[in-house]
């Protein structure tokens, strides 16, 4: 969403018109505007953390040579806290760990 919306920006192109080239809806497009709009201006003001996070994704090179059943998720955040869990962690308790 987030991507979409900055690269709206950059491209100096017209929302409906990005909208279009993209295949996004122009009312979802707004939605996505607006929340990052409100969560930019929040952001400046107080450290309340945002609501969308960029997520890497990359292979650890030790984790990879694990057994399945050792395998394990782990979640770095900016500010330097670390979530460790298993990879067949209930998607629930991951939303919890992901959204404090």
């Not at 017209?14 to 990052?36: E, V």
């Not at 201006?41 to 309340?48: C, E, P």
């Not at 394990?72 to 760990?97: R, T």
Request: charged residues 20%; proline residues 9%; aromatic residues 10%.
């Amino acid at each position: 969403m987030v991507s979409h919306i900055e690269a709206c920006k950059q491209n100096n192109q017209p929302q409906k018109a990005y909208c279009q080239q993209h295949g996004i809806a122009y009312s979802t497009f707004q939605y996505w505007a607006k929340k990052y709009r409100e969560e930019f201006a929040a952001n400046n003001v107080t450290d309340k953390p945002a609501g969308f996070i960029p997520v890497k994704v990359q292979p650890d090179p030790d984790v990879l040579s694990q057994t399945p059943i050792a395998r394990q998720l782990h979640f770095l955040y900016p500010n330097g806290i670390q979530v460790l869990c298993s990879e067949k962690a209930n998607p629930k308790v991951l939303k919890i760990l992901i959204n404090p």
